[in-house]
C-alpha cells in the first residue's frame, strides 16, 4: 500500500493540502516503504507556501497537489487551525522529521543523496554523522528556473540511488526539482522537501530555544538572528498568512478545508 491517503485521509486547510498524520506515523511510513520503489516525494508546507499558493504559484500548487506526503511545518498554521477553525492540524516539522531520521533510522553506510548546501555541509554531515555513501550536489544559482539546470540536478539523483533524497534548495525549488524528478521517471526512494533542516543535524545552524518552539516564535528568532536576510521571506511572503486565514473565517460560504485558491484574484 503505496498511498498514504489511503490509510491517512487529506486534509485541505486555507487551499493547501495536508495528510492528517504524525511524526511517529511519517517515520513508519518511510520506514516501511521499499527503497526500490520509484521515486515519490514529501513536502512541508509552511505559511509561506500557503501564501504562495493563494497567489497563485503553480509551481507551488502543482508540488502540493502531486506530493506523496504532504505535512504541516508551521505551528502558526497548527494555531490558526485549532483556533479559528477547531481543526486539528498534526504538526510534523521538516526539522523534527530531519532530526528524528538521523536519529537511528539512517545508518552511516546507507546511501544518501543531498541537493543543496555546500562543501562546508557535504564536510559536516561526513564527520559529525559518520556518512560513508554521501552524495551532495550543489546547483548552481537559480538553477530552478531553467529546464536544463532541473534536468542536471535531477539526473544526479537519478545517478546517485538513495532511500532518502535530502532536497534542502529551499522553497519552492526543492518542490520544483522533486516534480521533475517524478515526471521523468527514472529515480528510486523518497525525497524530502526540508529547506535547511540539514543544518540543524549538523550544528552548522541553531533551532530556536524550546519556549519560542512551544509559542510559535520560532519564526521570530530566525527573523532576529538573520534580519536582513530574512526579513522579507517573514514579513512579505509568510505574514499575509493572516489575512488569507481571516477570508477564509469571515466570507460566508468559505471553508476552512476548501481548496479554493483564488483569493488574490
Given at each position: 500500500?503505496d498511498q498514504p491517503?489511503l490509510?491517512?485521509p487529506?486534509r485541505?486547510?486555507l487551499g493547501a493540502?495536508?495528510?492528517?498524520?504524525?511524526?511517529?506515523?511519517?517515520l513508519?511510513?518511510?520506514r516501511?516503504?521499499?527503497?526500490?520503489?520509484?521515486?515519490v516525494?514529501?513536502?512541508?508546507p509552511?505559511?509561506?507556501?500557503?501564501?504562495r499558493?493563494?497567489?497563485?504559484?503553480?509551481?507551488?500548487?502543482?508540488a502540493?497537489?502531486?506530493?506523496?506526503?504532504?505535512?504541516?511545518d508551521?505551528?502558526?498554521?497548527?494555531?490558526?487551525?485549532?483556533?479559528?477553525f477547531?481543526?486539528r492540524?498534526?504538526?510534523v516539522?521538516?526539522?523534527d522529521l530531519?532530526?528524528?531520521?538521523?536519529?537511528?533510522?539512517?545508518g552511516n553506510?546507507?546511501?544518501?543523496?543531498?541537493?543543496?548546501g555546500?562543501?562546508?555541509l557535504?564536510?559536516?554531515?561526513?564527520a559529525?554523522?559518520g556518512?560513508a555513501?554521501?552524495?551532495?550536489?550543489?546547483?548552481?544559482f537559480?538553477?530552478?528556473?531553467?529546464?536544463?539546470?532541473?534536468d542536471?540536478?535531477?539526473s544526479?539523483?537519478?545517478?546517485?540511488?538513495?532511500?532518502?533524497?535530502?532536497?534542502?534548495c529551499?522553497a519552492p525549488?526543492?518542490?520544483l526539482?522533486?516534480?521533475?524528478?517524478?515526471?521523468?521517471?527514472?529515480?528510486?526512494?523518497v525525497?524530502?522537501?526540508?529547506g535547511?533542516s540539514?543544518k540543524?543535524?549538523?550544528?552548522?545552524?541553531?533551532r530556536?530555544?524550546?519556549?519560542?518552539?512551544?509559542?510559535g516564535?520560532e519564526?521570530?528568532?530566525?527573523?532576529?538572528?538573520?534580519?536582513?536576510?530574512?526579513?522579507?521571506r517573514?514579513?512579505?511572503?509568510?505574514?499575509?498568512?493572516?489575512w488569507?486565514?481571516?477570508?477564509?473565517r469571515?466570507?460566508?460560504?468559505f471553508a476552512?478545508?476548501?481548496r479554493?485558491?483564488?483569493?488574490?484574484q
Amino acid at each position: 500500500m503505496d498511498q498514504p491517503t489511503l490509510l491517512f485521509p487529506e486534509r485541505w486547510f486555507l487551499g493547501a493540502r495536508f495528510h492528517e498524520i504524525d511524526l511517529p506515523d511519517t517515520l513508519a511510513l518511510l520506514r516501511d516503504r521499499s527503497p526500490e520503489a520509484p521515486f515519490v516525494y514529501v513536502t512541508t508546507p509552511n505559511a509561506q507556501h500557503v501564501v504562495r499558493i493563494q497567489r497563485g504559484h503553480t509551481g507551488n500548487i502543482e508540488a502540493n497537489d502531486r506530493a506523496w506526503l504532504s505535512t504541516c511545518d508551521s505551528r502558526v498554521l497548527a494555531r490558526l487551525a485549532i483556533l479559528l477553525f477547531g481543526i486539528r492540524l498534526p504538526l510534523v516539522a521538516g526539522s523534527d522529521l530531519t532530526v528524528a531520521l538521523f536519529d537511528g533510522r539512517i545508518g552511516n553506510q546507507d546511501p544518501i543523496c543531498v541537493i543543496g548546501g555546500d562543501p562546508a555541509l557535504e564536510v559536516s554531515l561526513r564527520a559529525k554523522l559518520g556518512l560513508a555513501n554521501l552524495a551532495l550536489f550543489d546547483p548552481p544559482f537559480g538553477f530552478w528556473r531553467t529546464d536544463a539546470g532541473l534536468d542536471e540536478a535531477a539526473s544526479f539523483v537519478e545517478a546517485h540511488p538513495s532511500r532518502f533524497v535530502f532536497l534542502a534548495c529551499g522553497a519552492p525549488q526543492s518542490e520544483l526539482l522533486a516534480v521533475r524528478i517524478v515526471d521523468r521517471g527514472r529515480a528510486t526512494g523518497v525525497g524530502l522537501c526540508v529547506g535547511a533542516s540539514l543544518k540543524f543535524v549538523t550544528g552548522q545552524a541553531t533551532r530556536a530555544p524550546r519556549f519560542f518552539q512551544v509559542a510559535g516564535l520560532e519564526w521570530l528568532h530566525r527573523l532576529m538572528s538573520e534580519p536582513r536576510r530574512l526579513w522579507r521571506r517573514f514579513v512579505v511572503e509568510q505574514m499575509p498568512v493572516l489575512w488569507v486565514a481571516a477570508r477564509f473565517r469571515l466570507q460566508p460560504g468559505f471553508a476552512a478545508n476548501h481548496r479554493r485558491r483564488d483569493l488574490w484574484q
